[in-house]
T-cell receptor, first 113, second 114 residues
Framework: ETGVTQTPRHLVMGMTNKKSLKCEQH?????MYWYKQSAKKPLELMFVYNFKEQTENNSVPSRFSPECPNSSHLFLHLHTLQPEDSALYLC????????????FGDGTRLSIL | AQSVAQPEDQVNVAEGNPLTVKCTYSVSGNPYLFWYVQYPNRGLQFLLKYITGDNLVKGSYGFEAEFNKSQTSFHLKKPSALVSDSALYFCAVRDYSGTYKYIFGTGTRLKVLA
């Protein structure tokens, strides 16, 4: 049990579909993150939210749309994705002043047909 | 900008032998360094961190890491490897530019052979 829950664990969608990824943490953390993990590439930071406010958008295409309604929940809305967007999407959270480690969910494995 | 480098894509070691997974860092200011492990179909799990203090940091599952300021390294070590240690290992450094974020290395796959 990592304390960070991601749903769904697997998702297959066509390029014209719209879907959402969900992340939930009840660790009392104030910061939440989305990462993309592709084979043979470094972990890519996508978005950072701190106290529900977006503080980092790492030049992510607009077909990815994050939402953070409160400090415990984070969504990633997907639309009109491309085959190269197939990857493992990881959510993480952390608290404190940056001297605490991140807690990761087990990810959503996304496949774009 | 902060960065970490993991020079080895894969490390093979025999069960029972000591293991080392290498990480070097480049930071401005004092480094906040972390090691994580990732098993198949799982997220990253925290192993240990260096913030300040003793250069030898002990973590979960018998792992430890040695912080070396002069060599700007933070290598992960374990005295006796287990087959179950086979996984993907990531080194990370904390960065701050208005918000805290973490810069990860490319990962090193550790294979422990029975």
């Amino acid at each position: 049990e990592t304390g960070v829950t991601q749903t769904p664990r697997h998702l297959v969608m066509g390029m014209t579909n719209k879907k959402s990824l969900k992340c939930e943490q009840h660790l009392g953390h104030n910061a939440m993150y989305w990462y993309k993990q592709s084979a043979k590439k470094p972990l890519e930071l996508m978005f950072v939210y701190n106290f529900k406010e977006q503080t980092e958008n790492n030049s992510v295409p607009s077909r990815f749309s994050p939402e953070c309604p409160n400090s415990s929940h984070l969504f990633l809305h997907l639309h009109t994705l491309q085959p190269e967007d197939s990857a493992l999407y990881l959510c993480a959270s952390t608290g404190g002043e940056g001297n605490q480690p991140q807690h990761f969910g087990d990810g959503t494995r996304l496949s774009i047909l | 900008a902060q960065s970490v480098a993991q020079p080895e894509d894969q490390v093979n070691v025999a069960e029972g032998n000591p293991l080392t997974v290498k990480c070097t860092y480049s930071v401005s200011g004092n480094p906040y360094l972390f090691w994580y492990v990732q098993y198949p179909n799982r997220g990253l799990q925290f192993l240990l961190k260096y913030i300040t203090g003793d250069n030898l940091v002990k973590g979960s599952y018998g792992f430890e890491a040695e912080f070396n300021k002069s060599q700007t390294s933070f290598h992960l070590k374990k005295p006796s490897a287990l087959v179950s240690d086979s996984a993907l290992y990531f080194c990370a450094v904390r960065d701050y530019s208005g918000t805290y974020k973490y810069i990860f290395g490319t990962g090193t796959r550790l294979k422990v052979l029975a």
